[in-house]
């Protein structure tokens, strides 16, 4: 199947992002001066989707913004990204909004406030999913007792579409609905804090049911991949300054499910992974994705060379 013909349905938040890039995190009733400001549009669900569309495939977001005028123009710029945002679902006030504190070592700290974000439900993302008929459907930051329900419904409805699911914070909050729902996705994006936090061995043996791959991201350290035939660890990619992190675990989300849609193949699905996320991290915001001439031609190049470790 050609690039464009794959369809990504990516479910969760639409934010305005505002990012302040400062030397230090300020304390109570202090202040800081940035050395540099970035507004945007965000969201785990919107980065993913960007991404997807930078990619080469097409993306539909399914997800909740005001209707206010600051709403309008976070909706024009999203399609002027080629996401389709022509469905999205809307609600009295103002869009989530995220305020961004960046550190030159690309750590962050995050206030927000979710807005319209509050209005997405159960049943307009379904309505979305039967109207598109993804390939594959991307639940990013929700809740691991709503994804639950979400994916149960979906495999009511279709037992062929692959589900894949980056929980992001939420995934320490419950762990318990977590290993339900582990059971019921294709692929879990987890980054090194949340699997540590969540005791997890690195081990086939949290492979069950449609669960297929685990993608453990680990930042400058890269990435490892669980399996049902191996665990694999893979060396980041590192291409310039590390500018801004945020959305980079969206952007290797998206670079693993468009390149396994088309290969098959998990390893190289990883290795587009964390080329795709080492650009970002050089660029500010989601609009900062690459394009898919870009990883093609770095993943040429790098296929060989971006050193890879079997550890089982």
């Given at each position: 199947m050609a690039q464009g013909k794959y369809k990504h349905l990516s479910?969760?938040?639409?934010?305005?992002?505002i990012i302040l890039y400062v030397d230090r995190i300020p304390g109570v009733e202090d202040r800081v001066y940035g050395r540099d400001s970035y507004i945007s549009i965000g969201g785990s669900a919107t980065n993913y989707a960007?991404?997807?569309?930078?990619l080469g495939h097409k993306a539909v977001l399914a997800a909740c913004t005001g209707i206010d005028p600051f709403s309008r123009v976070l909706v024009e710029l999203l399609s002027s990204t080629g996401v389709d945002a022509s469905r999205l679902c809307?609600?009295?006030?103002?869009?989530?909004?995220?305020?961004?504190?960046?550190?030159?070592?690309?750590?962050?700290?995050?206030?927000?406030?979710?807005?319209?974000n509050n209005a997405l439900t159960l049943d307009y993302i379904l309505e979305l999913y039967s109207y598109e008929q993804p390939d594959i459907v991307h639940v990013a930051g929700l809740d691991p007792e709503v994804t639950l329900k979400l994916v149960k419904r979906i495999e009511d409805i279709s037992k062929?579409?692959?589900?894949?699911?980056d929980p992001g914070r939420k995934a320490v909050?419950?762990?318990?609905?977590?290993?339900?729902?582990?059971?019921?996705?294709?692929?879990?994006f987890l980054n090194e804090r949340e699997f540590k936090a969540l005791e997890m061995n690195l081990s086939r043996s949290l492979l069950k049911d449609k669960l297929s791959a685990i993608v453990v991201k680990m930042g400058s350290e890269g990435a490892v991949l669980i399996t049902r035939d191996e665990i694999?660890?893979?060396?980041?990619?590192?291409?310039?300054?590390?500018?801004?992190?945020?959305?980079?675990?969206?952007?290797?989300?998206?670079a693993f499910n468009t390149y396994y849609l088309?290969?098959?193949?998990?390893?190289?699905?990883v290795r587009a992974g964390v080329i795709?996320?080492?650009?970002?991290?050089?660029?500010?915001?989601?609009?900062?994705?690459?394009?898919?001439?870009?990883v093609d031609l770095i993943l040429g190049k790098e296929k060989f060379t971006l050193r890879t470790e079997r550890i089982e």
């Open positions: 479910t969760g938040r639409l934010n305005l992002d960007i991404a997807v569309s930078r809307r609600a009295s006030g103002g869009p989530g909004t995220v305020v961004v504190l960046s550190l030159p070592d690309g750590k962050y700290a995050m206030a927000s406030h979710r807005g319209a062929t579409t692959l589900i894949s699911y909050d419950k762990p318990r609905k977590l290993a339900e729902v582990m059971g019921l996705v294709n692929h879990l694999t660890k893979i060396e980041a990619y590192r291409v310039g300054k590390v500018v801004d992190t945020v959305g980079a675990g969206d952007v290797f989300d998206a088309e290969t098959n193949d998990y390893l190289e699905a795709a996320a080492g650009i970002k991290v050089t660029r500010h915001g989601s609009l900062g994705a690459p394009s898919r001439l870009e």
